[in-house]
């Protein structure tokens, strides 16, 4: 049965500091993972607040950090939470309980969430000036009201559903991420009453209205203007509908945070397909960890909500209106080019152009790299339908984490085993917030007879790899697309990923390997070239790393470049120090989280740190060892996190062909470090600076440049 509110959650108000461990001596080499999180989320909003930015993609980055601080609070603080109601006092690897870091997270997402809205109050005056006016119900005239109405009576009304909260009627059940209106009213015996109404989410939240009286139109001939008011705002002004007979005192707006994760028994579960579907279902029923309510509520309400989610005044966050900053991503969605980033073109390199030619034969004449979104993820779409047709590909082998919608990769695959074509695919079902929509794709590919896996026990399967056997002549060739990012088209034009097209044989059998690894039985503990979770990949890391320190022992040239979206590995951290110390220069670009701590004298002098946020989430996963002259890069999709390590399927491929392993190091890598427009560069105390030019020096945005990159000749 689904878990009640809350249910087992017990707060700890005793002192827990009195018998908390003793802090580790090391704990100051080490930065908060949870505090390193909301300092990105912080260089995000930065992003909004840069008046450089065209207006939109301001506000776009303004929905990004509603977003991400959603999902914060569904993972990290409802875990801290757990952790705090079972008593845990186990510290972070920078030395504090789960106590503390859930007071330090709850101050610093607080602030964020004020500075966000802050930010938005600033904005709305811009976008009506360009033309989006963003209104208050109070604000628009007769005309509009009216429209308003009539919009209302035919397409809210109907769907709205008002719950009421009595001795009879027990308090409503609030859904994770939904708005609310909490409405105190008064009946003809003057009693008191309360009552909740969901705003739906299935209409527009921002609804759009006709231009006032002597205002240009929607789309005006000299210039593009629309006018919109709050759904919440129309609803509450329409309240007596739904509630005649009684007199509306108050009505407030607010929004409820639910623990998110899914509890996945996998160990146990006969089936995992069930295992994971009745966990989405019980997400809905997770603990409260975050109220969200207009400044205006009365206490009263404020008081009967907190009693009934179960919440204390810190769970409580008191916001200037509108609550659900992620909504205006609406905003972004207007035609408006004018208002935002240039679009481009994606470069279709010819040597990987399936279209004009044998996509087979170009991967046999070169290894191919893409780097999305600057080259187009065609490509790899063309490669799998190509194969799904050929007569001579006898199977094709496939991981899939997240995929999106109506994705034509799926659509490939299940054309493949319709003509005949041996099809596996590893569905991963465990990829937080897409278990539905893998759910969905691994039912559509079972029913038209793929072999569908989802995946080892205990274990996350995170590589980004697709395998096509062909047969040519008497003989037997593995093609491979091995990459960083997923088979995403729809996130290939927004996230930054590389992408390998490769028939090497050795990394052929590799990946053969890793399918028996993930579809059999195989107990396979070595690897040709591929560095593979949970088998070698950490310790193949550390080799390259050590041998890095050898040659700057023996007086060689060190140089060590990685590219993560996270670091946090408290191993693979000090080796880093001990890198620093013995005098290899480390340049580290980590879009996110990183505990290390750069720049400390003694300890990590020798090392940057800078992350790159702008208009494409860095999601690209790069590891470069200079190895004496002979430069080695590593892709994939591991970051250096336990999780990536120790408790995930991940793969880091080799580049070995140098044409390529140059233009990565020259072409990407010094690209980003170089960056002084949207680099900042990460402090000893965890704090991040803008990169500073140099005076002379040209400005340098790595994304900008690497849209209009020529191709390498």
């Known amino acids: 049965m689904p878990r009640k509110p809350n249910q087992g959650r017990r707060r700890i108000h005793s002192n827990l500091a009195a018998i908390a461990p003793k802090v580790p001596e090391d704990a100051k080499l080490f930065l908060n993972r949870e505090l390193s999180l909301l300092s990105f989320f912080r260089r995000v909003l930065e992003e909004a607040l840069d008046e450089t930015n065209p207006l939109l993609e301001r506000v776009k980055f303004l929905a990004i950090v509603g977003s991400n601080l959603a999902e914060f609070f569904m993972v990290r603080v409802a875990g801290l939470m757990q952790q705090v109601g079972a008593g845990v006092i186990e510290m972070s690897i920078d030395g ?21 809205r802050e930010c938005l109050h600033n904005l709305l005056p811009l976008l009506g000036s360009a033309g989006i006016h963003v209104l208050d119900f109070a604000a628009l005239d007769e005309t509009q009201k009216g429209y308003v109405k009539q919009y209302f009576d035919v397409t809210v009304y109907p769907v709205l559903t008002p719950l009421a909260y009595d001795p009879g009627r027990p308090f409503p059940h609030i859904s994770n991420m939904s708005l609310n209106l909490a409405i105190l009213l008064r009946d003809e015996g003057g009693v008191s009453r309360f009552a909740r109404i969901k705003v739906p989410n299935t209409l527009p939240r921002l609804l759009k209205v006709p231009p006032p009286a002597g205002a240009p139109g929607i789309y005006g001939r000299d210039a593009f203007e629309v006018y919109l008011v709050w759904l919440e705002q129309v609803i509450v002004e329409h309240l007596p509908r739904l509630f005649p007979g009684m007199q509306v005192l108050d009505a407030c707006p607010f929004r409820v945070t639910r623990d998110a994760e899914v509890e996945i028994q996998d160990l146990e579960a006969e089936d995992l397909l069930e295992s994971v579907e009745r966990g ?5 029923f997770g603990s409260v960890v975050r109220l969200t309510i207009d400044s205006a509520m009365p206490d009263d309400i404020k008081k009967l909500l907190a009693e009934n989610l179960n919440l204390e005044e810190d769970d409580i966050y008191t916001m200037r209106p509108p609550l659900g900053m992620s909504d205006l991503i609406q905003l972004y969605a207007l035609d408006r080019p004018d208002l935002k980033d240039p679009p481009f073109i994606p470069f279709v390199s010819p040597a990987a152009d399936g279209t004009n030619g044998d996509i087979f034969a170009a991967i046999r004449n070169q290894d191919i790299l893409l780097h999305h979104p600057y080259d187009s993820f065609t490509p790899v779409i063309e490669l799998l339908q190509a194969a799904a047709r050929d007569p001579d590909v006898l199977a094709i082998k496939q991981t899939l984490y997240r995929v999106g919608r109506n994705s034509p990769v799926v659509q490939a695959l299940m054309d493949a085993v319709r003509r005949g074509k041996q099809v596996a695919v590893l569905v991963e079902l465990k990829a937080r917030f897409d278990e539905e929509s893998n759910i969905e794709w691994a039912k559509a590919l079972e029913s038209e007879g793929v072999h569908v896996v989802y995946g080892l026990l205990g274990l996350k399967t995170h590589s980004k790899t697709a395998l096509v056997v062909r047969k040519e002549g008497d003989t037997i060739r593995r093609y491979l697309h091995l990459a960083t990012g997923n088979y995403n088209p729809t996130t290939a034009q927004t996230y930054t990923d590389l992408g390998l097209f490769t028939c090497d044989e050795d990394m052929g059998a590799d990946a053969t390997d890793l399918f028996n690894y993930l579809t059999g039985y195989s107990a396979k503990k070595d690897y040709r070239k591929f560095l593979v979770a949970p088998i070698n990949l950490r310790s193949g890391i550390e080799t390259l790393i050590k041998r890095e320190i050898e040659r700057q022992q023996q007086g060689e040239k060190a140089h060590l470049i990685f590219k993560v979206n996270s670091l946090v590995d408290q191993s693979m951290i000090r080796l880093l120090y001990n890198a620093s110390q013995a005098g290899v220069r480390v340049d580290l670009i980590v879009r996110g989280m990183c505990c290390l701590r750069p720049g400390v004298p003694g300890l990590s002098e020798n090392i940057r740190v800078i992350s790159i946020v702008s208009r494409f989430l860095e999601h690209s996963r790069i590891y470069y060892f200079h190895n004496g002259g002979t430069e080695q890069i590593y892709l994939g999709s591991a970051d250096l ?21 140059r233009q990565i190091a020259e072409r990407v890598l010094a690209v980003y470090l170089a960056d002084n427009v949207k680099a900042r560069q990460m402090q000893a105390n965890g704090a991040y600076l803008r990169v500073k030019s140099q005076e002379g020096a040209e400005s340098m945005n790595s994304q900008s440049w690497l849209i209009g990159r020529r191709p390498p000749a």
């Open 96 to 116: 504090l309980t789960p106590a503390q870091q859930l007071a330090a997270v709850k101050n610093d997402a607080r602030q964020l969430m004020n500075d966000a």
């Open 280 to 284: 989405v279902r019980e997400r809905r």
């Open 641 to 661: 996190m336990p999780r990536n390590l120790d408790r995930r399927v991940e793969v880091l491929f080799p580049v070995e062909n140098p044409t390529l392993v």
